[in-house]
């Protein structure tokens, strides 16, 4: 099985959560896009979708499935969304897309994170994958002298800038022990928009597609 269909097989196994006339919080990234796929199928049972980028309301767009401002539906039940690593804690690390800070908006706004993964991005100690942090333009050096204090390396991601007008740094740390810890202490930085840890909020679900079938963690 490829990775590509284990993505899959997690993002369809999600649709089981999708509440008849909900508003549907969605994510960004190739592992999401199979989830709106599989939505666009069932649209008629849906209200619409709430989207974390530009390219999530793109794709919802083209599949004729509504796209609602989070500022008029209020709390959603319901947030589907990939990640680059995830711990069995229900710790992730997002921002691969550079899509994180409308993702940990959506995600705090909705009752139930499910978070849709192949088997090769579950570790035991997050750190591996580059911890993304979107940043003001302005305070791109700054911000990169103090997460250096803090014991990342952080690289200038070229050529990207957010849906919100900003830059990435992709800051590698060797072990990422204490999650809930790093990513409060990111988030005092000033300059910092988001990073991409989400351990304060985390996933509530874990659905994990392997060759031998997706695998359901539930917190
Ligand atoms: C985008 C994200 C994505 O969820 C993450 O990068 C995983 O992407 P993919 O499903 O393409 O592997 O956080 O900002």
Same mark, same amino acid.
């Given at each position: 099985m490829t990775q590509d269909q284990k993505k899959q097989a997690a993002a369809e196994a999600a649709i089981k959560y999708v509440e008849p006339g909900s508003v549907v919080g969605v994510g960004t990234g190739s592992t999401v896009n199979y989830f709106i796929d599989a939505l666009g199928r069932i649209?008629?049972?849906?209200?619409g979708a709430v989207a974390s980028s530009d390219a999530t309301t793109q794709r919802l767009n083209k599949l004729g499935i509504p796209v609602l401002d989070l500022n008029s539906t209020g709390d959603l039940n319901l947030y589907v969304d990939g990640a680059d690593e995830a711990t069995r804690q229900f710790a992730l690390i997002k921002g691969g897309g550079a899509a994180l800070t409308r993702e940990k908006i959506v995600a705090a706004a909705s009752r139930k994170f499910v978070c849709i993964i192949d088997d &090769?991005? #579950?570790?035991?100690? /997050?750190?591996r994958f580059p911890l993304p942090i979107e940043v003001i333009p302005m305070a791109r050096s700054y911000v990169a002298r103090q997460v250096t204090q803090l014991g990342g390396q952080p690289v200038l991601r070229q050529g990207v800038t957010t849906d919100n007008g900003n830059v990435i740094l992709d800051v590698h740390f060797a072990?990422?022990?204490?999650p809930v810890g790093l990513e409060e202490r990111l988030n005092?930085?000033? &300059?910092? #928009?988001?990073?991409? /840890?989400?351990?304060?909020?985390?996933?509530?679900?874990l659905l994990i597609g392997a060759s031998t079938g997706v695998t359901e963690l539930s917190v």
């Open positions: 649209k008629e049972r849906i209200e &090769g991005k #579950v570790v035991d100690v /997050l750190g072990h990422i022990e204490n005092h930085i000033t &300059g910092v #928009v988001a990073n991409g /840890l989400f351990a304060r909020r985390g996933a509530d679900v």
